[in-house]
């Protein structure tokens, strides 16, 4: 799924003084993407363009906006190369970037237990590697994410949906309390589905082993919020109609989540979701960083537009 935000207005949450062991962030890049076969059959999901990037950058850049520079990737024993020739250890873009494999896609909430030692006793965000995010005050939604893990909270996000039942769902009394949430239910209870983006605060590790294995085989997310909610330590943040939300699990979503990136790429000149552009305005590479990688580029937009950053 995909989803967008402004992306220059850049998070920088403490700027380059901030350090970067205050929380842990986890991109889960694993699956199969069997709905998307063939074009899946080749390679993750989570490499395909979405425009004039790799799908991966999208999450990737979400995390950097909220001042996250230890990052994890789980991916899949096939792919996990692939993701290190296109990312490498995250140096060129300010951050340290690891990897992990996931043997069998056995639930989101495995992740946690995959990553508990690059998390360690830290807060750890966790962004699925098929969601973007766009919409105008999605920096500020990061940070009080932030402020909510560092305080014991963890934070969901809510989006409105037509078709409900697909998702995991959020319960939410009149004053956006969570009452409840439930995975993919026959009868929803709203229609606020529940994103792929999710923070907690540090021992989320123990919470997932916690979890017993759904009817499905999964250790599901919403066994691990619904954990949280009963400590009454669940918090959500609604995407309101200023944002964007595509999942990117169909054809058509690909492409509707393409045209849209191309859109606002092409009337601003300029890049969203790029990890190179908001490295630089987050102070975490150097001029000359950021002009090697964009004169590597110096053949197509994505790096004239890297380019122009530096002229402003």
């Not at 699956?31 to 989570?46: A, D, E, F, N, V």
């Not at 492409?255 to 606002?264: E, S």
Request: proline content about 5%; charged content about 30%.
């Amino acid at each position: 799924m995909l989803i967008f935000s402004t992306f220059d207005a850049i998070l920088i949450l403490g700027g380059a003084d901030m350090k970067s062991n205050e929380m842990r962030g986890i991109i889960l890049a694993g699956g199969s993407g069997t709905r998307l076969h063939p074009i899946t059959k080749g390679t993750s999901k989570q490499l395909l363009p979405v425009y004039d990037k790799p799908m991966i950058y999208y999450p990737l850049s979400v995390l950097m906006q909220a001042g996250i520079r230890d990052i994890l990737v789980i991916t899949t024993p096939d792919d996990q190369s692939r993701f290190k020739t296109l990312l490498k250890d995250g140096n060129h873009l300010g951050v340290n970037l690891n990897y992990k494999i996931q043997p069998s896609p056995d639930g989101l909430a495995q992740a946690f237990i995959l990553g508990e030692e690059f998390i360690e006793d830290k807060p750890c965000a966790m962004i699925l590697g098929d969601n973007i995010f766009y919409g105008s005050g999605l920096k500020e939604e990061l940070m009080k994410s932030r402020e909510n893990a560092a305080n014991g909270y963890a934070t969901i996000f809510g989006y409105q949906v037509k078709d409900p039942e697909r998702f995991g769902i959020m319960e939410l009394d009149e004053n956006k309390n969570v009452l409840s949430v439930e995975e993919k239910p026959e009868k929803p209870k709203s229609d606020f589905a529940i994103t792929g983006l999710y923070f907690y605060p540090e021992g989320v590790s123990e919470y997932a082993k916690m979890i017993k294995p759904s009817p499905r085989g999964e250790l599901e997310i919403t066994s691990l919020n619904d954990i949280y909610l009963k400590e009454k330590r669940l918090k959500a943040r609604l995407l309101n109609d200023g944002y964007s939300w595509f999942d990117t699990g169909t054809e058509d979503s690909l492409l509707d989540a393409a045209n849209m990136v191309r859109t606002i790429e092409s009337n601003r000149d300029s890049l969203i979701c790029s990890p190179e552009a908001i490295a630089y305005e987050n102070k975490w590479i150097t001029d000359d960083e950021l002009r090697e990688s964009a004169d590597s580029m110096k053949k197509n937009k994505y790096g004239k537009r890297l380019a122009k950053i530096l002229e402003r």
